[in-house]
């Protein structure tokens, strides 16, 4: 195994550990087994557990952005490039069901506490969907509520549809996923 294989094997088993079990459920003995790693490698690549789990994160954060930024309509009004980005992320998580797992337990986490506090509130790491409320908070297209209340009226129930989606409860086909980030947009525009 090569040197960056084994780094995206170890990550890969705490992802699938963490979406499987939770936090808890994932020690780096465990991770190392699921990886097929000695113990002691893991720490060659990660100082600590937290460092995995915030390296793991950061991996698929990069991996939506890109997700999202495919096609992106930069330049377009503001409800066109939060429909994208909404039916993007939603097509993603219901696609990679065990990745939702690991995020809904990572922004459950006190690690997803601290990272969503420096997204809503950090000055440095901009996130392109504060940017996005920000400036429509600005143009008066969203209400004039604090950045956490839209996002929470915006993509909350979005998180919840793709649970009930993997968990069978609905079946988001094109146009039940149409109507859901409407409604979500109509929820957070003036």
């Known amino acids: 195994m090569e040197k960056g294989d084994k780094r995206g094997a170890i990550m890969h ?11 808890h459920g994932a020690p780096m003995a465990m991770v190392a087994v699921k990886a097929d790693v000695a113990s002691g490698t893991i720490y060659r690549y990660f100082e600590s557990k937290d460092v995995l789990m915030t390296e793991t994160f950061a991996d698929l954060e990069k991996r939506m952005v890109e997700a999202v930024m495919e096609n992106y309509p930069a330049g377009r009004p503001v409800r066109e490039r939060f429909l994208h980005m909404a039916k993007i992320l939603v097509g993603y998580f219901i696609a990679s069901p065990m ?9 459950n986490s006190p690690y997803g506490v601290a990272r969503r506090r420096d997204k809503l509130f950090g000055e440095q ?66």
């Open 13 to 23: 088993a705490a992802l699938e550990l963490v979406a499987e079990k939770g936090f």
């Open 99 to 107: 990745e939702f797992r690991f995020l809904e337990q990572f922004h």
């Open 125 to 190: 790491d901009k996130d392109m969907c504060r940017e996005l409320f920000e400036e429509a908070r600005e143009a008066q297209i969203v209400r004039d509520l604090p950045l956490a209340v839209l996002f929470a009226l915006a993509f909350a129930p979005l998180l919840g549809i793709c649970r009930d989606h993997i968990l069978g409860f609905i079946q988001l086909d094109a146009a039940l996923l149409e109507q859901a980030v409407e409604a979500c947009w109509d929820a957070v525009r003036r």
